[in-house]
Every structure is written in C-alpha cells, then in structure tokens.
C-alpha cells in the first residue's frame, strides 16, 4: 500500500524567502509519480509539479522545484520568493504508474502563511 | 483552459435524503475519480471510474454510494441515504487516457459543499 506522510502541520515564511515543505511517501511499487497541489482558502485543488520515480532530474515549474531523494523516499517542494497568494494548504500526492488511470493518494497537507 | 465543472457548489440535505452530486469531466479525458474532504482535513480517495465501470474504490465507497455516467459527459455520485458524517467537500476530478498519460495529474473542480443536518 502507498502512503503519504507529511510532518509539518503549518509552516510560516516571510515574502520573498524561500520555503520547503516536506513530503515522505513509501509504496513498494517500482515506477510511481510523485505530485503536489496547493489548496487555496477558496477551496479548488491547483495542481503545482510533477516528479516521476525514473526522473533523473529534479522537476521545476517556475518558483517550484522538487526536491527529490529517492533513497530517501522524500519528495519535498521548494517554493522560491513566497508571495502573499503563496498562502494556502499543500498537498504531497502519489501515484501508481503502472497502469494508467490508479488513483492519487494525499498526504495530510501543510498550511503555508505568507507574511509581509 | 479546459476545466472539470461541479453542481451544486453547496447542497443542504437532511440525515437520510438521497443527494447526487454532479460533475462535468474534460471532454477529452477518459477516468474519473470522486474525492472527499472533510473540513481542512485530508482529501480522501472514494472511487475511480473507466470505460463505464468503477476501476477502483477505497473501504469508504461502501454500499450508501454508486457512481454513474449517464450520458456523454456527465458523472454523477449519489448517496442514497445520508449520514452526518457524510458532510464534507466532494471533489470530482478527471485524467487523460492511453499509455503515455500514466504521468498525467488529476485536474479537480471545485467540489460540491455537502451539509447534511
């Protein structure tokens, strides 16, 4: 079974700097896809980046990268110079990619504040 | 930019009332899914469906709900008899088909608000 563990129930940052939000995944598959959403307070899930288990290179998405440590099964999501609308919930997500279509599976989440 | 749409955004049902939340996937995506999240907590898998049959479920889609694609492009989740405990937001979100999609991230509504009373 997979699951998703992240540790930081809430984590405070102030504009500009960065911030990492950690994700912790286990799951005896071989090839699986690693994801983040953010969940602002108005409720929709945005999805932010994507890692594969077979990428070679950290993925990135503008101010978002991911920094991902297979042997550690860690696939944690670096915001670079937060902005006030970076202020939301954070999602560490997984999924099977052995066939197509297997569900996400969420971790418990991390509210982020982004202070002026 | 393409969007999965949800009706209601909020439904007020009493304990025992029948609901059917309703969901418009991407035209061109081809698995479904319905997530639920009770207040800030966790986003919970419920159930995913393809080609006109569920694919997957967790241990909280039990009999109370079913899923149905009645037509072309709706995608429906009915409760038949609800529960408290049912209150939460309803995710439906979908995903493309075909192998090379594996990798393809769930795109979500906006959830329907559930309040059951």
């Known amino acids: 079974a997979q699951k998703i563990t992240q540790t930081q129930p809430g984590m405070f940052v102030q504009e500009k700097e960065a911030v990492t939000l950690d994700c912790t995944y286990d799951t005896s598959d071989q090839s699986y896809g690693l994801f983040w959403y953010k969940q602002p307070s108005s409720g929709e899930m945005i999805f932010l980046i994507y890692?594969?288990?077979?990428?070679?290179q950290n993925a990135t998405e503008g101010r978002y990268s991911l920094n991902f440590q297979k042997a550690r099964k860690s696939a944690n999501l670096v915001i670079s110079a937060s902005q006030l609308g970076d202020s939301a919930m954070y999602f560490c997500a997984m999924r099977d990619l052995n066939q197509a279509g297997t569900a996400l599976i969420f971790g418990k989440g991390t509210t982020l504040s982004v202070s002026s | 930019e393409p969007e999965v749409t949800q009706t209601p955004s909020h439904q007020v049902t009493q304990m025992g009332q029948e609901v059917i939340l309703r969901c418009v996937p991407i035209?061109?995506?081809?698995?479904f899914y319905w997530y639920r999240q009770i207040l800030g907590q966790k986003v919970e898998f419920l159930v995913s469906f393809y080609n006109n049959e569920i694919s997957e479920k967790s241990e909280i889609f039990d009999d109370q709900f079913s899923v149905e694609r009645p037509d072309g492009s709706n995608f429906t989740l009915k409760i038949r008899s609800t529960k408290l405990e049912d209150s939460a937001m309803y995710f439906c979100?979908?995903?493309?088909?075909?192998?090379?999609?594996?990798?393809?991230?769930?795109?979500f509504g906006n959830g329907t608000r559930l309040t059951v009373t």
């Open positions: 979100a979908s995903s493309r088909g075909g192998r090379s999609s594996y990798n393809s991230p769930l795109h």
């Open positions: 035209s061109n995506h081809l698995y």
């Open positions: 890692q594969g288990s077979y990428d070679e």
